[in-house]
């Protein structure tokens, strides 16, 4: 068994390492990401009363996507959590899968904040107050939100390096990949804990809101 410790720590001093370098490298992707989160909110909020059909249909897909995991895992928190987690993972996914292209992360960022800001006005609104927005989006966003971030960085460098990389077009293409796949797991390890407290914290808040 010993001669197997040092090549075990060996991997995890490694993956620790592309960890800290991946951060390290885009840090300003991420924080630019999340800023195109947040710039989008108040956009949703607007399109909410401009295009009333448009959000009717999005606020309802929501509830009923969010009643379904409710109903699927009613009383089975454990189960709530993997269900969460399942359908960010997709996401997150399609980011770093499609991060090529350019323009599939930065589309799914900004939509997500578009969503969100409709469903925040629907919830202002239905007249539930901040409170219940608050507390049905912040414990699990602030773990949710820079975890999906990561990954649409993740995916959007792989786009930079065959773009404006050095080297050969094979050697941008690996090294892309190679920080797409470091994003996507970063973004797995954050969206499993953001799963967990979305299922085990946020539900009593959370179905006020689903169920208004």
Known sequence: MAPHVPSRLSRVRAMAEA????????????????????????IGVVCYHAYPSISSLVIQYTKMKASKTAALAANKPVLRALLIFRNNAKVVATMVSLGI????????????GLVLGMIVEYVRASGLGITAVILSIV??????????????????????????????????????????????????????????????????????????
Do not use: Q
Not at 19 to 42: K, Q, T
């Open 139 to 212: 414990p699990h966003g602030i773990i949710e939100v820079p975890g999906i971030c990561i990954a649409a960085a993740g995916g959007f460098r792989w786009f930079l390096e065959i773009v404006k990389g050095k080297g050969s077009f094979s050697e941008r293409l690996v090294r892309g990949l190679r920080s797409a796949v470091v994003g996507f797991l970063i973004s797995l390890l954050l969206l499993a804990i953001a799963a967990l407290v979305e299922a085990y914290i946020t539900p009593p808040a959370h179905a006020n809101v689903v169920h208004a």
């Open 101 to 112: 292209t350019g323009i599939v992360p930065v589309a799914i960022i900004a939509g997500n």
């Open 19 to 42: 960890i800290r370098d991946f951060l390290g490298e885009n840090a300003r992707l991420i924080a630019s990401f999340i800023l195109l989160f947040m710039l989008f909110i108040p």
